[in-house]
């Protein structure tokens, strides 16, 4: 019975000479390999040419300290929920007295790692983060020979505000709109949309 039809005949032709010592399609192919040697190369000579990456390129984290050197992550798992590869993993701890300065809020993640292996670079983890800690850069993730490597922890991830990061290309107008809120509060922003 026919499944599909998607069937070939087959030709039992006999075979001529030349096509039985593959001469005619070697020089075919030897053809093709030296008219490429005229054609623009499509490869660049990586890392000392980079190529020009879109706006809306997302590459390896960052979790970013606020402008008094604190981290503002708070360590609430909404980046680690709406991941859709659960590449986040973290561990909260409680702010102790004298720690403002490291930490901004009371709460914040003892340990924050990333598997680099299993992120998409989706960057969900971004739009989910309600402290403006986790950011996607325009950096490429190293190259490493062991697995292990590609998890990356605080130590990988947690930099500086001076290194700012320009994410506006990659926000629709309504996140931009909702950025400008003083606070975040979105469900205002909401409550306004649904009177309207
Ligand atoms: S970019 Fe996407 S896949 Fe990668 S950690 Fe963030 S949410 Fe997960
Ligand atoms: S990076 Fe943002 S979303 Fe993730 S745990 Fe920290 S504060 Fe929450």
């Given at each position: 019975?026919?499944?599909t ?21 070697i ?29 809306v ?60 292996l ?9 739009e ?21 490597t ?42 306004k949309?649904?009177?309207?």
């Amino acid at each position: 019975m026919q499944l599909t039809n998607r069937g070939k005949v087959v030709s039992n032709k006999e075979q001529s000479l030349a096509e039985k010592i593959y001469f005619p399609a070697i020089i075919k192919g030897m053809a093709i390999t030296f008219s490429h040697l005229f054609k623009k190369r499509p490869t660049i000579m990586y890392p000392e040419v980079k190529r020009q990456y879109a706006d809306v390129y997302r590459g390896q984290h960052v979790l970013k300290l606020d402008e008094n050197g604190a981290e503002r992550c708070t360590s609430c798992g909404m980046c680690a929920i709406a991941c859709p590869a659960e590449a986040i993993i973290m561990e909260s701890a409680e702010r102790k007295k004298g720690e403002e300065h490291l930490y901004r809020e009371e709460k914040y993640a003892k340990t924050y790692e990333i598997n680099m292996l299993r992120c998409i670079f989706c960057g969900l983890c971004e739009e989910a983060c309600p402290k403006e800690a986790i950011f996607l850069t325009d950096r490429i993730v190293d190259a490493e020979y062991e697995r292990d490597t590609f998890i990356y922890g605080k130590d990988k991830l947690v930099e500086k505000i001076d290194k700012r990061i320009d994410v506006t290309k990659r926000q629709t107008p309504e996140v931009q709109e909702f950025k400008k809120l003083p606070g975040y509060k979105h469900n205002e922003l909401y409550q306004k949309k649904l009177k309207k």
